[in-house]
């Protein structure tokens, strides 16, 4: 069973309004200090949205958070799978052309490199936003870091060509720490997979550029560490969703 949990922020229209912002905000940073957040992205339209939500993030960044943006480059027949399957995945045309067996093959290469595309600078505790279908290539490299591995995706049609290309990606099981997409009133929404939460942030406050504003998405950041981490007082919290061994 998935729980829905929604946190407004509304317009600080009074002292007690202000510092219900403040305290919303200086829970999120103390979540993320000392941690880096990790845009990541390889195809055109991931690395815009990459781009917008490193934005964000670049306010609390004298709060001891840092944040990069990290363009991916690939191979050509990578790259053109990648925005084939991104192009899909925001689509609901009906008729498009099946994945054969040459993608397949040149994703699993993809998936192959995935250690290496992720690069050396991940370390334990740190946050990687993958917004492209490159994702589910990365997935593993980054959860084998002990670092947090979040798919921002875009909502969907339940048919057709987004189908497709989701079943496409899904189909060797990626495990992800959560999935962020966008939400009611500008804001933006986590299913967190450690616990089976769907955490929501919405309001006036939160702002809006590609659905993410800068208190819903370091909010949001925060409650996936907070419901990921692996131990806690007295044990284990939460089990993580397991890593195949590579």
Request: aromatic share 4%.
């Amino acid at each position: 069973m998935t729980s829905l949990v929604i946190e407004r922020f509304d317009a600080a229209d009074s002292a007690r309004g202000a510092r219900a912002l403040d305290v919303a905000h200086r829970r999120a940073v103390d979540t993320l200090e000392g941690r880096t957040v990790w845009c990541v992205a390889a195809a055109p339209a991931g690395t815009h949205v990459a781009g917008a939500v490193e934005s964000f993030l670049r306010a609390v960044r004298d709060d001891g958070v840092s944040s990069r943006q990290t363009p991916v480059r690939v191979g050509d027949s990578l790259a053109r799978l990648i925005e084939r399957l991104d192009a899909m995945l925001r689509s609901a045309d009906r008729s498009a052309t099946a994945l054969g067996p040459e993608a397949h093959e040149v994703y699993a290469r993809g998936i192959e490199d995935g250690d290496e595309l992720i690069g050396t600078d991940v370390h334990a505790g740190d946050v990687v936003v993958l917004h492209d279908p490159l994702a589910a290539a990365l997935a593993e490299p980054v959860r084998s870091r002990d670092a947090h591995a979040v798919w921002r995706v875009t909502p969907r049609p339940e048919w057709g060509a987004a189908t497709q290309a989701w079943r496409f990606l899904h189909r060797g099981r990626p495990c992800f720490d959560a999935y962020i997409t966008n939400w009611r009133h500008g804001g933006t929404a986590a299913f967190i997979s450690a616990v089976g939460v769907l955490s929501a942030k919405e309001g006036p406050a939160a702002g809006v550029v590609e659905g993410c504003g800068a208190l819903s998405m370091t909010s949001l950041l925060a409650d996936i560490v907070r419901d990921d981490r692996g131990e806690t007082v007295g044990g284990r919290k939460h089990p993580r969703p397991t890593v195949a061994p590579r």
